[in-house]
């Protein structure tokens, strides 16, 4: 009778996962493409213009005000919609790593980035297209 019973409430608990609707996420395609917003350096609240190209096969470009690439590095998104990236800028060879949320709904990016490894170190940054 025990194991009746625990094969019963093995079966529902297979049915109750089965039943369960995977949410949807964003590919990494409908991120890809120019966004621009603004930084900030903590811990000053002042905003500066910043871009980034989130390119085909992992490729990251930071971009000036004039759309001109000024670092190039590698990006990835998680199946939680989590961007995480780290770039090298072209003319002083100084790296930065980003972490971010993107809100595909609100079509925008938030997060924070730092210097070398660290995604939490600088300050933040806002984007959208």
Do not use: H
């Amino acid at each position: 009778m025990k194991f009746t019973g625990i094969i019963a409430l093995f079966i529902t608990v297979l049915a109750g996962f089965s039943s369960c609707k995977k949410d949807e996420t964003q590919k990494p395609g409908n991120l890809q493409g120019v966004w621009k917003g603004n930084f900030t350096v903590d811990p000053s609240p002042d905003k500066g213009f910043f871009s980034l190209n989130f390119k085909a096969n992992g490729v990251l470009e930071e971009l000036n005000s004039s759309g001109v690439v000024k670092g190039s590095g590698e990006w990835e998104m998680d199946n939680n919609n989590i961007i995480t990236g780290t770039y090298t800028m072209l003319d002083t060879g100084n790296e930065y790593s980003i972490v971010g949320a993107y809100y595909p709904q609100q079509n925008k990016i938030l997060g924070n980035w730092g210097w070398d490894d660290s995604a939490t170190n600088g300050g933040t940054y806002e984007l959208s297209r």
